[in-house]
């Protein structure tokens, strides 16, 4: 099945600078690649997805990239702001949707 | 408001007492799905539903089953629960395999 990375675990910077989120995958037939973000106590939510026609995707702040050559897609968020705090989860999906393990962001003030 | 609701969301019991979860959607989508939670693992699936009557494993099936007699309500039901199965649980839908996924707010269970 699909095994998908994620990385780094735990990312903390300082508002207003970028963070960038990094994932790869194994199976060259996943063509789907949503990023969600779980803020303490909630389920994930969408926050952004790219599928494999597409080779970037942005909105505001945050912006996908998918490099299928390669198997990683990655995410970016610009400007960051305290309420960016969470756990983000990037996953892969041929059929069912694979999970990376997420990642820990701290953005402080 | 467009939601999936996850009951009850705290949970403590004790090992082989059976348990339900109930999940429902009010969105009337087709794909369901239950994940499990745990620190350092992820969001693992557990099983999922395509449609009424249709449910698949996912890949931690194991100590776990499923239904879904209607299109709104897929619970999980943990026949003998064991301490290993402590863990948070979340419940999601969407309109499609290619579609978001919306999560519930999750329950937290924890075996005894």
């Known amino acids: 099945g699909e095994n998908v990375e994620q990385h780094p675990s735990t990312l903390s910077v300082q508002e207003g600078d970028s963070a960038v989120i990094k994932c790869t995958y194994s199976?060259?037939?996943?063509?789907?690649f949503p990023w969600y973000k779980q803020e303490l106590g909630k389920g994930p939510q969408l926050i952004i997805d790219?599928?494999?026609?597409?080779g970037e995707k942005k909105d505001q702040r945050i912006a996908v990239t998918l490099n299928k050559t390669a198997k990683h897609f990655s995410l970016h968020i610009t400007e960051t702001q305290p309420e960016d705090s969470a756990v983000y989860f990037c996953?892969?999906?041929?059929?069912?949707?694979?999970f990376g393990k997420g990642t820990s962001l701290l953005v402080t003030p | 408001e467009a939601q999936v609701t996850q009951n009850p969301r705290y949970l403590i019991t004790v090992t082989g007492k059976k348990l339900t979860v109930t999940c429902s959607q009010n969105?009337?989508?087709?794909?369901m799905s239950w994940y499990r939670q745990d620190p350092g693992l992820g969001l693992r699936q557990i099983y999922y539903?395509?449609?009424?009557?249709?449910?698949d494993k996912g890949d931690v099936p194991e100590g776990y089953k499923v239904s879904r007699k209607e299109k709104r309500n897929f619970p999980l039901i943990l026949e003998s629960p064991s301490p290993n199965q402590t863990s948070l649980y979340f419940c999601?839908?969407?309109?499609?395999?290619?579609?978001?996924?919306?999560f519930g707010p999750g329950t937290r269970l924890t075996v005894t």
């Open positions: 999601a839908s969407s309109s499609g395999v290619f579609s978001e996924q919306y």
């Open positions: 199976d060259s037939a996943s063509n789907y």
């Open positions: 790219i599928r494999s026609n597409v």
């Open positions: 996953a892969a999906r041929p059929y069912a949707l694979n």
């Open positions: 969105m009337n989508h087709e794909y």
């Open positions: 539903s395509m449609n009424v009557e249709v449910t």
